[in-house]
């Protein structure tokens, strides 16, 4: 495999840039700033962008849809958004609307175009986040309990596993699924950073299956073969990758997005991509992203 290039596709301050997405359609990139609620696509042709601010406190992730709109996590609620016109609708309301401690995070469509999307504790302390799953008709059906920050949520290529992170916990699990994949029949620790402190973040499976994973606080990347064992890792030039996917018309490009959230002043002028987009080439090939059924 050869040694992988890294370029910052698209130079920007995001406070918390997350869940990258590559949009098959339209042939681009798409993403979100978290703490400052934006929706962003880029263009890695022509290197354009556009930005389509959202109301509310949080952004926590998207999802691609069968229609074209984009499913987006909003505080507690999930629209649905017109990438086109920026228009959105309500399409449903996480049970956890009645702990204002919490807010909806990260999310990701299974194989069968559900969306499985976890909460987590604004305080980043207590296990007040859960992990749900949501069909076409909006339903939410809540899977695991006591999650701080729900992270990593990424499938395995057979659809009978998931991966599932509590980045605040330090570990990454992986769930195994039942036949019809309406339940959670097992959940075994797959990656455990709890010694060291280190906070697994978003994550995706590449063609091989195996899982990459960016590690907030750490300025790397990491890719796990199904066994758990580590065998690639590649640094960044910040230290906040938050989440990452391949793209590109033969998805042989992985994009990542950062932060600079909880950097000091000091760390932030020693490093002025941190909030950036990067593109890393050489790392692989990934698969598209399953559409939401909607």
């Known amino acids: ?22 949009d098959t359609k339209r042939n681009c990139l798409t993403w979100i700033d978290i703490e400052q609620p934006t929706y962003w ?51 449903s309301t996480t049970p956890d609307e009645a702990m204002p401690a919490t807010r909806l995070n990260d999310g990701r469509v299974d194989p069968q175009g559900r969306l499985w999307i976890g909460t987590m504790d604004n305080g980043l302390k207590a296990g007040l986040g859960a992990l749900y799953l949501v069909t076409a008709d909006g339903v939410m059906t809540r899977m695991l309990d006591d999650v701080v920050v729900s992270n990593g949520i990424a499938f395995d290529p057979d659809g009978r596993h998931m991966y599932f992170t509590d980045t605040r916990r330090h570990v990454t699990y992986r769930l195994s699924l ?12 797959f990656a455990d950073y709890s010694a060291s402190g280190d906070r697994p973040d978003g994550a995706c499976v590449d063609a091989d299956g195996c899982l990459w994973q960016a590690f907030f606080a750490g300025g790397k990347v990491v890719r796990y073969a199904p066994d758990g064992r580590i065998d690639r890792e590649i640094s960044l030039p910040v230290t906040n990758p938050t989440c990452l996917c391949f793209g590109g018309q033969d998805m042989k490009t992985l994009f990542v997005t950062s932060a600079f959230k909880f950097l000091s002043p000091e760390r932030l002028a020693a490093e002025p991509l941190a909030g950036s987009v990067f593109a890393i080439e050489g790392a692989g090939q990934g698969v598209p992203e399953t559409l939401f059924s909607i």
């Open 41 to 91: 696509t880029l263009d890695p042709q022509t290197g354009a962008t556009s930005a389509l601010k959202q109301p509310g406190t949080y952004l926590g992730s998207q999802a691609l849809t069968r229609s074209g709109d984009v499913l987006i996590a909003r505080d507690l609620e999930l629209v649905r958004l017109d990438p086109e016109n920026g228009r959105t609708t309500p399409f």
């Open 1 to 22: 495999m050869r040694k992988p290039t890294i370029e910052c596709v698209q130079r920007v301050a995001a406070q918390l840039g997350e869940t990258p997405l590559w």
């Open 178 to 189: 039942s036949a019809d994949k309406n339940a959670i029949t097992g959940q075994e620790i």
